[in-house]
């Protein structure tokens, strides 16, 4: 099957969008999610896998005219920690601004909103996200009931990109290189927690103002 | 009660204290603090950085040929200034020098950023302190076109037909009640001074900027590898040169791509010509009485220099750097980020400390100290946790304090373009005085460098110029790429020293970066192969810190002071002055916002 005809039964591209900050605990879920996934399935074309990280309009060209786009962020649901949650359609930019957690959604909120302005939105939208456990270990990784949910996210990503657009990526035969080809492997997850400075050279902590805020 | 400070402004704190909190439009965090006399002039300014910032400590004990990944990361801005800075100090510490190829890819992608940058920083979070959109629903789109015609008569786009479809779509938009862009401004406010077709006109070219911005960091894809997040590499560019080469995916930099590079660097420098730098001058020219805001930029500015034509020639940098200290332009001090005596960071009003006895010493970014240290004064009002007012006396800011020999300086494009001036740069003496008769032909004023340039609306258009300077400076370097690689030059990496068996045992570099918003500095310091230190001085660390040792005010502070407000339950002014510096606190301090709305909110006292 080519590309073109991929496309066909779809519709067009269907973007996966990892997005948050890696340098702040569970901030970093989407990315890790999308990292995970790049690492074990081979996604063909029209199908995309980014790590969006915390940019916001350096992705409005990878974002205009989508037939759908899956985005994967750590939001404050205000659910239990570390518990996974879907939302579809207009709520989810309702969602990614009402419950923002960090400077990189209220952004996101304006990417979306611009590309509906100038006629560009994409056509279906869906939102995975974890309920974070704590966002003030800076430096830090995700925590391990959030890591715990990685795995699940991304199998809800797979069943979505299945139910919604017909599109079933095959397991990849070998291991991935580090990174997965969607970062630099020197922020790949594992190398990225392994080579932290410990919490006498580094310290960890956030200003008390917003830790009260965030309950964390 | 009043005070004077040794950089000569008066604050006088007596007055209604008014508190925004968190300024929005920008990048991370911040709050100001202002007191207003009787008749609501600015008299007092507290520039407070709500976040810790701690990028150096989770550097540490890293390998310094991965720390440019990090950096990366910091914020969504000016990501890509922060990965040349960490590839140009290691470099710096290790003596490596780069290909001529590097060397003019590295320059291309800085300045497309910084284009990009400025763009979006006017139209997307600055113009709206000026253009009122919902007053564009009201304009007649054949007036639009008459003004359009007449401010810029080489842009394609002007027609009244045009300018009616842009309204219909925003009418459009705006009845269908989204949570939009245009959502909670100051609609109503006295302030907004553009009668309604000049409003359409910016709003229109607001949507053009960005189906226009998308464009141009297509380059940063092609040369960077990927986009978000190009590549760098310590020693050189991560892209191989392969002129003949076809487009197979990840296949080398060939002939075809290089010629859509060209062709979106003419695009970029049309658009500098007929679309941002006529709005700035047509906007400027309404508000020709607003010349508040200059502040510290009246008298300290400082740059470190960039964008030479010869690698490593200070001499040849195409914005020279430099330090103008009591408004002299007459003279211009040399800047050496390596002296310990010129700049250093103050933490007495920051919240952090250097030790024992050593509250009130700067520290040069070499033997820089980032421990964090949360107190409030005993003049603050509130809780640890929910501060109301700050206390200015003592500790108040997660910003350090940076100084030039003891002197608080503005940075950033006005800066740079005060100093171009001042040391008479043909390009840019030429730009400022083509804009300033423009400015004062449509204005009606006579308005000279000294008085237009150190103000609010002048930092804005020292961006525009900027720009447009850099889509100039672009063209020479595609150039200068092109003639290189036809020589035969296809080199793109030195990896001579990759290996970490060829490093001395200590090391220490700096790397310096035109940055969008100032000079921008990593200092690294490498032992055994790691990185043992790492300090960024960056510009909204110069513009946005809190006040030093001997009480002298930093730019932010300074830009608001004497600021009368329209109303002062909406800062609207206020908001004005500082988004024109396009503050970026999350890496000033760091990313991390709170779930506040995104209406500032503003308590007045």
């Not at chain 1, 702040?24 to 995309?48: I, K, M, N, Q, S």
């Not at chain 1, 919604?164 to 291991?175: K, M, N, Q």
């Not at chain 2, 040369?223 to 392969?242: Q, R």
């Not at chain 2, 940075?411 to 300033?436: C, M, N, S, T």
């Amino acid at each position: 099957m080519t590309a073109e005809q991929a496309a066909g039964q779809t519709g067009g591209r269907v973007l996966v969008l990892g997005i948050g900050n890696i340098l702040w605990a569970d901030e970093g879920f989407g990315v890790r999610v999308v990292e995970y996934l790049a690492a074990r399935h081979d996604f063909p074309a029209p199908v995309e896998l980014m790590d969006g990280g915390t940019q916001g309009l350096y992705l409005l060209p990878h974002l205009e005219d989508l037939a759908g786009l899956v985005i994967v962020d750590a939001i404050d649901f205000g659910l239990p920690p570390a518990t996974l949650h879907q939302v579809h359609g207009a709520d989810v930019p309702a969602t990614i601004g009402a419950r923002k957690m960090s400077l990189h959604q209220t952004g996101f909120q304006e990417v979306l909103a611009l590309l509906d302005l100038r006629g560009h939105a994409p056509r279906r939208v869906s939102l995975i996200g974890v309920q974070p456990v704590t966002m003030q270990d800076y430096g830090g990784g995700l925590t391990e009931r959030v890591a715990a949910q990685v795995a699940p996210a991304a199998q809800a990503v797979l069943d979505l990109l299945a139910r919604e657009y017909g599109v079933r990526p095959l397991p990849l035969a070998g291991p991935a290189d580090m990174g997965a080809g969607l970062m630099t492997p020197a922020v790949a997850r594992a190398p990225y927690e392994a080579g932290r400075p410990d919490e006498q050279a580094a310290c960890r902590h956030g200003d008390e103002r917003l830790l009260a805020r965030l309950g964390a | 009660m009043t005070i004077q400070t040794p950089n000569g402004f008066s604050l006088d704190n007596a007055g209604r204290r008014i508190v925004v909190d968190p300024i929005t439009r920008i990048e991370g965090h911040m709050r100001v603090e202002v007191n207003v006399d009787a008749q609501n002039v600015i008299r007092n300014a507290v520039s407070t950085g709500t976040m810790w910032r701690g990028l150096e400590v989770i550097l540490k004990g890293r390998d310094p040929r991965d720390a440019w990944a990090f950096v990366e990361r910091i914020c969504g801005v000016c990501t890509g200034c922060h990965a040349l800075a960490s590839v140009r100090a290691v470099e710096d510490a290790l003596d490596i020098r780069i290909p001529t190829n590097a060397f003019l890819i590295r320059q291309i992608m800085a300045k497309v950023l910084a284009w990009h940058d400025h763009v979006v920083h006017f139209y997307h979070l600055h113009a709206l302190d000026w253009v009122n959109p919902v007053n564009a629903l009201k304009a007649d789109p054949r007036a639009t076109s008459a003004l359009q015609q007449s401010v810029s008569p080489d842009h394609p786009k002007s027609s009244p037909g045009y300018f009616r479809d842009v309204q219909n779509r925003l009418k459009k938009f705006v009845e269908s009640g989204q949570l939009g862009i245009f959502k909670n401004g100051y609609w109503d406010n006295a302030s907004y001074l553009l009668p309604p077709e000049a409003d359409l006109m910016a709003v229109t070219h607001y949507l053009e900027a960005l189906d226009f911005q998308k464009e141009i960091v297509k380059i940063h894809t092609i040369l960077g590898g990927k986009n978000p997040h190009p590549n760098y590499m310590v020693g050189g560019v991560p892209c191989a040169i392969n002129i003949d080469g076809d487009m197979a995916a990840g296949a080398p930099l060939n002939m075809e791509r290089l010629n859509f590079i060209q062709q979106k660097i003419q695009d970029a420098f049309e658009f500098s010509k007929n679309v941002y730098l006529p709005d700035v001058l047509a906007i400027a020219s309404y508000y020709k009485g607003w010349l508040y805001g200059g502040g510290l930029a009246a008298s300290n500015l400082m740059d470190y220099g960039d964008y030479p034509t010869v690698q490593g020639d200070k001499s040849t940098d195409r914005l020279p750097g430099g330090a103008i200290i009591g408004g002299n332009w007459n003279e211009i001090h040399p800047v050496d980020p390596r002296d310990p005596q010129q700049v250093q960071e103050f933490v007495t009003h920051s919240w952090y400390e250097y030790g024992k006895g050593r509250e009130d010493v700067g520290l040069h970014p070499w033997d820089g100290v980032t421990d964090p240290h949360y107190a409030l004064g005993a003049g603050a009002k509130g809780t640890r946790t929910n501060i109301v007012e700050v206390d200015e006396n003592a500790k108040y800011s997660w910003v350090k304090a940076p100084r030039w020999r003891g002197h608080a300086c503005e940075v950033g494009p006005l800066a740079r373009y005060i100093l171009a001036y001042a040391k008479g740069v043909p390009y840019v003496k030429a730009q400022v005085d083509d804009a300033l008769g423009r400015f004062n032909s449509l204005a009606g004023t006579a308005l000279t460098p000294q008085q237009a340039l150190p103000t609010t609306i002048g930092r804005t258009l020292a961006r525009a110029l900027e720009a447009h300077y850099c889509a100039q400076q672009l063209l020479d370097d595609y150039d200068a790429l092109i003639t290189n690689i036809r020589n035969g030059d296809l080199a793109t990496a030195n990896v001579s020293k990759w290996d970490p068996s060829t490093w001395p045992k200590e090391a220490k570099g700096v790397g310096i970066v035109a940055a969008p918003r100032g000079g921008l500095g990593h200092w690294i310091r490498i032992r055994d192969g790691r990185i043992e230190n790492y300090q960024c001085v960056v510009p909204s660390t110069w513009n946005g810190g809190p006040r030093d040792a001997r009480g002298n005010i930093g730019a932010f502070e300074a830009s608001l002071l004497g600021t009368p407000m329209s109303n002062p339950e909406q800062p609207v002014e206020i908001l004005r002055t500082l988004h024109s510096f396009d503050p970026c606190m999350a890496c000033a301090t760091h990313v991390m916002a709170p779930d506040g709305e995104e209406l500032a909110r503003v308590t007045v006292r």
